[in-house]
């Protein structure tokens, strides 16, 4: 049995593919007692679900089921996965959410360009994890992140979230909490028919979003774009701070 740490969670799993085992190399831990959680992979199982993705390899396969393995488990532990593309800049995080084709991926890759690789951090491409620790939300990079792997495993406050439209001119602004948790939810990764996992999971976005801003931004792939995003973010942060 290996064991991990990822999002604040200790982890035991046995026998993971090598390919997986490679992405989780930097999460490896020493943990001593019981984990948080347990994923024990049936390879019959899953090599029987596999069957019906015939253009994934077994790897392939493995990792997207461990990764939903795993976001399934997160609301009993204040958390949840977004697909979304995540950044930290200034040890806060903004998270780059929407459907695939959005260019979320796109967006990151202009942060890193405008503020320079050294400032901007990616913490996961794909599926970052919000967790809530002592009413206080944070992102942490998770193993699965996606087609290119990019992740960093680090716990960053989060600032933010915008979903991401694409449009010829750029304008952002706030969601209502109606608007907003419709969006957090449909870009989730729910936890299947488990009612109580669903309830924890409708919980904790509501108490998001009386903490953290989320956006919708009409954008193109500008550096423009970069800072509508990062102005509006920073302004409503000062004026926040401000009152306190």
Request: charged share 25%; net charge positive.
């Amino acid at each position: 049995m290996n064991h991990y740490k990822i999002a604040g969670l200790t982890i035991a799993m046995e026998g993971a593919c090598e390919t997986l085992q490679r992405l989780m190399k930097s999460y490896g831990a020493n943990i001593n007692g019981k984990a948080d959680i347990t994923m024990s992979i049936d390879r019959e199982k899953m090599h029987k679900t596999g069957e019906e993705y015939p253009h994934l390899s077994p790897d392939e396969w493995e990792y997207i089921q461990t990764g939903y393995a795993f976001a399934c488990k997160l609301p009993d532990f204040d958390g949840f996965c977004l697909h979304a593309s995540a950044v930290a800049l200034n040890g806060r995080a903004v998270l780059f959410s929407g459907p695939c084709g959005t260019g979320k991926s796109t967006h990151t890759h202009l942060w890193r360009q405008y503020f320079g690789p050294d400032r901007v951090v990616v913490i996961n491409d794909d599926k970052p994890v919000l967790r809530r620790i002592e009413d206080i939300f944070y992102v942490y990079g998770t193993p699965w992140s996606g087609k290119r792997a990019l992740n960093t495993n680090i716990r960053v406050l989060l600032s933010a979230v915008v979903f991401l439209k694409q449009a010829r001119e750029n304008h952002i602004r706030r969601l209502s909490n109606k608007e907003a948790v419709q969006m957090l939810f449909y870009q989730s990764q729910r936890p299947g028919s488990d009612r109580d996992r669903i309830n924890r999971l409708l919980t904790l976005m509501d108490a998001l979003l009386q903490k953290i801003p989320v956006y919708q931004m009409d954008c193109d792939i500008s550096f423009n774009a970069v800072k509508t995003a990062y102005n509006e973010i920073c302004q409503l942060r000062m004026e926040t701070e401000n009152k306190r």
